[in-house]
């Protein structure tokens, strides 16, 4: 017996049930924190665009970075999040529901009609000249003519209510090889990656450091490693100062 296809409104259900919350993660060969946004957040964002406005991928992606604080959004997991987004409103619609979230208004980075919507981009481009956008040819590509001009206006600071990190003391050590460091806890090891560059915020400001590894015995009960982050001489400090470490990169 053949598969039975799923519907758009079960693949958006399955989509919302398999990350119900963002996925931060850090990438070792970018050197960079990364987040997937929930397709639930996106489906909401795209709600609020009125008539008349428009939101770029590149818009959504650029909220989520500042929202969650870290480097990059994930555009290639919001740009499918979007599409499936998409074609369940418009499986909605055709069933018959007057109001369905407006997913003909956003357009791809550079203001382009996505061609991956429903209808192949025709749909989409009947529905933004109907709200009185102009969409011209340019080369193999539609555009929206003056994009810029109807880009709803974005807010990412308010955005997170989650209070900023206030971070903990650390206290300056120097060791040899390292450098002046302070020590990474064992609970803080899944925040950074596991050796190399990283961004964290030293008394308030962002530094680079870089995550050094140590491998040693020093209780006499087996091998085990120790962390410490090597701060950089624009930190000003020296050894047995005190300095605020909080994790995160801010806007």
Not at 82 to 95: C, K, N, P, R, Y
Request: glycine share 8%; hydrophobic share 40%; proline share 5%.
């Amino acid at each position: 017996m053949a598969k039975k296809t799923k519907t758009w409104a079960e693949k958006l259900a399955d989509a919302k049930a398999k990350m119900p919350k963002p996925k931060k993660f850090y990438c070792d060969k970018t050197k960079q924190q990364f987040v997937i946004a929930p397709v639930e957040e996106i489906e909401a964002l795209i709600r609020t665009v009125r008539k008349g406005r428009l939101l770029a991928m590149n818009q959504i992606t650029g909220l989520f970075r500042m929202k969650y604080r870290v480097d990059v959004c994930c555009p290639i997991t919001a740009g499918i999040f979007s599409w499936i987004v998409a074609h369940a409103a418009h499986e909605q619609e055709e069933a018959g529901r007057k109001r369905v979230v407006p997913w003909w208004r956003v357009l791809k980075t550079g203001g382009v009609i996505n061609p991956k919507y429903p209808g192949q981009g025709a749909v989409q481009r009947a529905r933004l000249e109907a709200e009185g956008h102009k969409v011209v040819q340019k080369g193999r590509k539609l555009v929206v003519a003056d994009y810029e001009k109807a880009l709803a206006n974005l807010k990412p600071a308010a955005a997170s209510k989650k209070p900023a990190n206030k971070g903990t003391q650390r206290k300056v050590l120097k060791r040899g090889g390292f450098g002046l460091c302070v020590l990474l806890p064992k609970t803080d090891w899944t925040k950074l990656p596991g050796d190399g560059a990283a961004r964290v915020l030293v008394d308030g400001k962002k530094r680079r450091v870089t995550v050094q590894v140590e491998r040693c015995n020093c209780q006499g009960t087996g091998w085990h490693e120790h962390r410490f982050l090597s701060l950089p001489k624009s930190a000003g400090v020296k050894e047995g100062d005190r300095v605020t470490i909080a994790f995160g990169v801010l806007a």
